[in-house]
């Protein structure tokens, strides 16, 4: 079972024992939801992975700071600073239908076909493989390499995608004629 990154702690916050997480998850009240997390060390030269109980949850503006048990004075939190916290795959929340894991559409096969085709029986041409999601801006924007080594991105609206399959890996867009060639390049 696969571990997914989820946060790094920063610094220790307060005197006993609680660590500042700046989170990487959709909602910070996620940790909430968690009993426990794996904290990634790397101290002189070893490496190891630590599962720790979540004794108490709060939040400081952006950041989440963790009780973590075992862990009950500033040194020990400060131990673990700059370690990355992941959760297992069993963690997982359970998406609602049409949204997806960014994990899960890196490596997905962008195919386009025609304007107005009927996507279920329409071949299209490969344009290439998601590479990145970026998710800064209004949407996500899919960012794809193309089978010419190049880097385009395509907004992820439903103007352009068309149909996501991730048990065949394959995301399925219809791009306006003319978008290839004037895409904005990554």
């Given at each position: 079972?696969?571990?997914?990154?989820?946060?790094?702690?920063?610094?220790?916050?307060?005197?006993?024992?609680?660590?500042?997480?700046?989170?990487?998850?959709?909602?910070k009240?996620?940790?909430?939801?968690?009993?426990?997390?794996?904290?990634?060390?790397?101290?002189?030269?070893?490496?190891?992975?630590?599962?720790?109980i979540?004794?108490?949850?709060?939040?400081?503006?952006?950041?989440?700071?963790?009780?973590?048990?075992?862990?009950?004075?500033?040194?020990?939190?400060?131990?673990?600073?700059?370690?990355?916290?992941?959760?297992?795959?069993?963690?997982?929340?359970?998406?609602?239908?049409?949204?997806?894991?960014?994990?899960?559409?890196?490596?997905?096969?962008?195919?386009?076909?025609?304007?107005?085709?009927?996507?279920?029986?329409?071949?299209?041409?490969?344009?290439?493989?998601?590479?990145?999601?970026?998710?800064?801006?209004?949407q996500?924007?899919?960012?794809?390499?193309?089978?010419?080594?190049?880097?385009?991105?395509?907004?992820?609206?439903?103007?352009?995608?068309?149909?996501?399959?991730?048990?065949?890996?394959?995301?399925?867009?219809?791009?306006?004629?003319?978008?290839?060639?004037?895409?904005?390049?990554?």
């Open positions: 079972m696969e571990n997914i990154k989820i946060g790094k702690i920063v610094n220790a916050a307060g005197l006993r024992g609680e660590v500042k997480v700046y989170h990487y998850s959709d909602y009240e996620r940790f909430e939801e968690l009993d426990e997390v794996i904290v990634e060390r790397n101290a002189a030269g070893k490496h190891a992975m630590e599962k720790h979540i004794e108490n949850v709060r939040y400081q503006k952006n950041m989440v700071i963790l009780k973590l048990k075992g862990v009950d004075d500033r040194n020990g939190a400060e131990e673990l600073k700059d370690c990355d916290v992941y959760i297992t795959e069993a963690d997982l929340r359970q998406l609602p239908e049409d949204t997806f894991y960014v994990r899960d559409l890196i490596g997905c096969r962008v195919v386009n076909v025609p304007s107005g085709s009927d996507i279920e029986g329409t071949e299209g041409s490969e344009i290439g493989v998601i590479s990145d999601v970026l998710q800064n801006s209004a996500d924007i899919y960012q794809v390499k193309t089978r010419e080594g190049r880097e385009i991105l395509i907004p992820a609206v439903g103007e352009f995608v068309k149909k996501i399959n991730i048990s065949e890996k394959t995301v399925t867009v219809s791009l306006i004629p003319g978008f290839l060639d004037g895409a904005i390049e990554a």
